[in-house]
């Protein structure tokens, strides 16, 4: 399966594409991760078994702390 990630179009949209169509991915998706967009500066990844993450436009990653444990 090819590698697929996710980056910002020029007209400032996000979008997924695969690693060999010759795009720099912001952000490259793992096995099982869905994203959402959470506002027009911000996507969200999430993992079946992992904290979901934060994808900002300049490539930042923030991983949002879970309370499943409390």
Do not use: F
């Amino acid at each position: 399966m090819a590698a697929r990630g996710l980056y910002r179009a020029t007209d400032g949209s996000w979008r997924q594409a695969d690693a060999k169509k010759g795009v720099r991915l912001l952000y490259k998706l793992k096995e099982g991760e869905r994203w959402t967009l959470m506002d027009c500066d911000r996507a969200m990844v999430v993992h079946p078994t992992q904290p979901p993450k934060i994808v900002y436009p300049d490539g930042r990653v923030e991983e949002i702390a879970s309370n499943a444990d409390a």
